[in-house]
């Protein structure tokens, strides 16, 4: 049984003021869900408020990107050391929105993805194509692309850190989202693309989440299905009685 995760993703939404106030939410709105592994994944400069006051509660912190060096002169980023002191448990790796405005490539969603796994942090891989590539008939190609180099040398010991994230382009922050069957479709080629790197027991393992215009009205059946294992969630993440009820969907699927 792979227990649910429902993660979000606050992009550059919450200012640090502001960040006490909705994890403490999300943490009340919660309480009774003690089989969904729950997450708020915020900007770095809010991360110590949000450690603090997820403290004691069963949400988890996380970052949205992570540098693979462990220090140096790479202005404007932050290590896997320095999240892991920072009290955060959880990273988002490869994001569309990196991929597309930050000159992301398959080859740093690798370099970065595997420092955070090496450093014990619960990574969420996101993969997905845009709508120009699943109307071009590429929707295979790129998601087994994006897996094979993403997760180059990414080994089994290492799949018990890894999480990924299918997540169509054309369904973020858009209101579209892709059917219960077409995100499914794609989630057990997900899985059987991952089962060629690392072994199928392994695969069957490993959570795969859904992302993209998720919220509390179509959660319940993108997570009824075999291989939806959670969901990482953008802007239903930012008010917690939206969040809490993904998340009510993911413990009663
Ligand atoms: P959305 O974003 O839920 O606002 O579509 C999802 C994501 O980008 O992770």
């Known amino acids: ?18 960040t006490a106030a909705l994890v403490k939410a999300v943490a009340e709105a919660t309480k009774q869900y003690g089989n969904v592994e729950i997450v708020c994944c915020t900007p770095a400069i809010d991360v110590p408020a949000a450690v603090a006051a997820a403290a004691g509660t069963q949400v988890g912190i996380g970052t949205e990107n992570c540098h693979w060096k462990d220090s140096g002169a790479y202005t404007g980023e932050i290590s896997t050391g320095m999240i892991v002191d920072s009290g ?130 179509n959660a319940a059946e993108l997570l009824a299905k075999k291989d939806i294992d959670g969901g990482l969630i953008g802007g239903a993440a930012l008010k917690a009685a939206d969040f809490a009820g993904i998340i009510a969907a993911a413990a009663n699927a």
């Open 1 to 18: 049984m792979r227990k649910k995760i429902i993660a979000g993703n606050w992009k550059m939404n919450v200012k640090p003021s502001e």
């Open 88 to 217: 955060a448990k959880y990273v988002i790796v490869g994001h569309s929105e990196r991929r597309q405005y930050f000159g992301e490539t398959d080859e740093t969603v690798n370099l970065r993805a595997r420092a955070a796994i090496a450093a014990g942090l619960t990574t969420m891989v996101c993969v997905g194509e845009t709508l120009e590539e699943r109307e071009a008939g590429k929707l295979v190609e790129v998601i087994e692309r994006q897996m094979n180099v993403g997760l180059k040398d990414v080994t089994a010991a290492d799949c018990a850190k890894l999480v990924i994230a299918y997540e169509p382009v054309w369904a973020i922050g858009t209101g579209k989202t892709a059917t219960p069957d077409q995100a499914q479709e794609v989630h057990a080629l997900i899985r059987a693309t991952l089962a060629k790197l690392v072994g199928a027991e392994t695969a069957e393992t490993v959570r795969i989440q859904y992302g993209g215009s998720m919220k509390p009205g």
